[in-house]
């Protein structure tokens, strides 16, 4: 609408022109689908950054003495951006545990949980020397296992902490059970009580192993030392 210079002006607002969505196949619709994949992969990245950053941060600081402000400093990446992927330190800590301990620990669970599984002991040897012989190569799931040993947490991955664990004594009890009701276990200790065994060699080992700086072979002594605990509980001591 034309209007004089003497009349009120007029407000005008510019409209943006609506592109319509590309059809598939179509030089547009490629272009979008390279720009969202592109989003999600500049995501990812900002995600893994982060995620990293924080692995570093706890095992060197611990988690209590860790704050949100130095992860997201050491990632290069704005406070929104760190709260985009993760609410609290505890997420963090979750998921650095699902990246590193958490596959084995699936793998242990799922195979526990088949008909066919003859021999528990055997099977929880087995797992066990390659878990040790992959821990010993895995710098990523040696700084895991000092986060998680530090006892500097704050209340709230402490509690995370708790549930972890007892979601390993759990497979670990399943593996158990199935053993006694197979009459593979010794008589002296409950199957409840071997858990307890096993967790402690494992911490054990993991936590001297780290603390003399690898003065040992883990990979070969730990399995060594393993095949005789399992060995000491199976009924008369004898072999599968």
Known sequence: MCVSRTAMPVLTMKV???HPIGRRGTPQAEREEHSVRRCKADAEQTRLKILEAAEMLFAERGIARTTLEQIARAAGVTRGAFYWHFKDKTAVLSALYERTTAPQLALIREASEQADLTDPLAFLECSGTRF???FAADKCQQRMHRIMSNAAMTE???A???EANVELWRVFQRL???AGAAGQLTDELTPDEVAVSLMVMFNGLLNEWL????????????A???H???TSLRRNGGAA
């Open 211 to 222: 603390r003399s700086d690898r003065a040992f072979p883990l990979d070969t002594l730990g």
């Open 176 to 178: 158990l059970a199935r």
């Open 160 to 162: 995370w902490l708790a």
């Open 16 to 18: 943006c022109p609506v």
């Open 132 to 134: 040790l012989s992959v």
């Open 156 to 158: 709230e991955t402490a």
């Open 228 to 230: 005789h605990h399992i």
């Open 224 to 226: 060594k030392l393993l």
